[in-house]
């Protein structure tokens, strides 16, 4: 971690604004260890604010803390997650030297600011567009920090004389401002419930998150990293392929079973990266690899179950197109998916990305309706849907790649 040079020309303070993240006080039976320091989702709610604020763009951040807090900058310097430049103040007259010849946001540490709420208030101010922000008065300053860090309200105002150098406050949305030990619990649940893709199919958002989210409820009291958790899927998913290979009614119960887990356990990877901050191309690459391996493994299982429980070369063969169709579409797609979901993964909340054809391989939506094939008694019947749905749609891939790389080339 590296201390910001104050004298530093504004354009490396922070692009065009000075931030600021000021440290309300904690309820009185608690230090700010305690308080600071506690996990949200597995993250530390300061590290947690700061690495939203590293994320949004910020190169530097002045903390402001004038009780104890040594042992949190201490803290914060062995995150290796956090590379923005910091500097801790404890004194409200150096923050207000720093800040006297720059714009300046200050953000309420003690309320959790999200990536698309700090951009948005930061073109506000670098832009001076029409912003709910509210301003406080330069000479108003040392009153104005002292109240943040009591937590109480600020009288505020619309906006300020000089734009160029004016001071806003960020408290935060009213319900993500922490001032009790239960809203911790809040948060967390908050942001569990929001740890899904912008692109989510109805089925997942309406049964697959249900699922994944206690699971990983449960993998975030562990260590284990969103990579481990998706080798642990593709073991699973690798079992339910043995059952199905068994051909019988039970095993094909059993293994539609132990592929709904997987798929459950598949969408947890991606909801702790998000939630831990932990996301990478590497993590991205690998979850598509290991969906797809399952996905090739039990569709050439389910042909040769069935070829082994009626005699009828056609199922080995429809296994075999099943496999080839969805290899030719992974082949085609990939790289795309990735993108994609990081895409979804940077969405705003609430806001729905539309679906595309890209999506479809992603899409573990089929995994329900094995379950009911396998259920009455009808493997046969979603084999052979699988093996010409996919090739139709590898066939469709194929086609406007070709009529793609030929529209390149007329425009050459």
């Known amino acids: 971690m590296h201390k910001l040079d104050l004298n530093e020309s504004v354009s490396t303070v922070s692009e065009n604004v000075c931030a600021v993240l000021a440290l309300p006080r904690p309820p009185e039976e608690l230090s700010a260890i305690d308080w600071y320091w506690e996990k949200i989702c597995g993250v530390p709610l300061l590290v947690r604010n700061i690495i939203s604020l590293q994320r949004a763009g910020l190169n530097s951040l002045l903390i402001y803390h004038n009780g104890e807090g040594a042992e949190l900058y201490k803290r914060l310097g062995e995150e290796k997650k ?16 720093s800040i006297e010849n720059y714009p300046a946001l200050i953000f309420n540490g003690a309320a959790l600011h999200s990536k698309q709420e700090i951009q948005s208030a930061m073109d506000s101010m670098t832009n001076n567009i029409e912003t709910s922000l509210r301003y406080i008065e330069r000479d108003a300053m040392t009153e104005s920090l002292n109240q943040i860090i009591l937590g109480n309200e600020l009288s505020l105002t619309q906006s300020v004389g000089d734009q160029e150098l004016s001071v806003a406050f960020l408290p935060g949305k009213e319900d993500r401002r922490m001032s009790k030990p239960q809203d911790f619990l809040t948060q967390h649940e908050r942001l569990l419930k929001g740890s899904g893709l912008s692109n989510d199919t109805f089925m997942d958002r309406t049964v697959t998150r249900f699922f994944s989210r206690q699971f990983t409820r449960l993998f975030l009291q562990t260590p284990l990293s969103p990579n481990m958790i998706t080798l642990l899927s593709l073991v699973i998913g690798l079992i339910s392929a043995l059952y199905f290979f068994q051909g019988t009614y039970e095993n094909s119960i059993i293994g539609s079973g132990l592929l709904l887990l997987s798929a459950w356990i598949d969408c947890t990877d991606g909801e702790i990266a998000r939630l831990k901050f932990m996301e990478s191309k590497i993590g991205g690459k690998l979850d598509i690899l290991c969906d797809n391996l399952v996905h090739f493994a039990v569709f050439f299982a389910i ?33 795309s998916i990735i993108d994609g979901k990081e895409k979804a993964s940077g969405s705003a909340s609430g806001a729905k990305a539309k679906n595309n054809l890209n999506d479809k391989l992603a899409n573990r939506d089929f995994i329900y309706f094995l379950f009911f094939m396998a259920m009455v008694g009808r493997m046969d019947v979603f084999i052979c849907i699988t093996a010409v749905g996919s090739n139709i749609f590898a066939g469709y891939l194929i086609y406007s790649r070709f009529k793609n790389t030929s529209a390149d080339r007329l425009k050459v």
């Open 82 to 97: 956090i590379s923005i430049k910091l500097n801790w103040i404890t004194d409200a007259s150096e923050v207000i030297k």
């Open 303 to 335: 042909g040769m179950g069935l070829y082994q429980s009626t005699g009828q070369s056609i199922y080995k063969l429809a296994g075999a197109f099943a496999v080839l169709g969805s290899l030719i579409s992974f082949l085609l797609l990939s790289s």
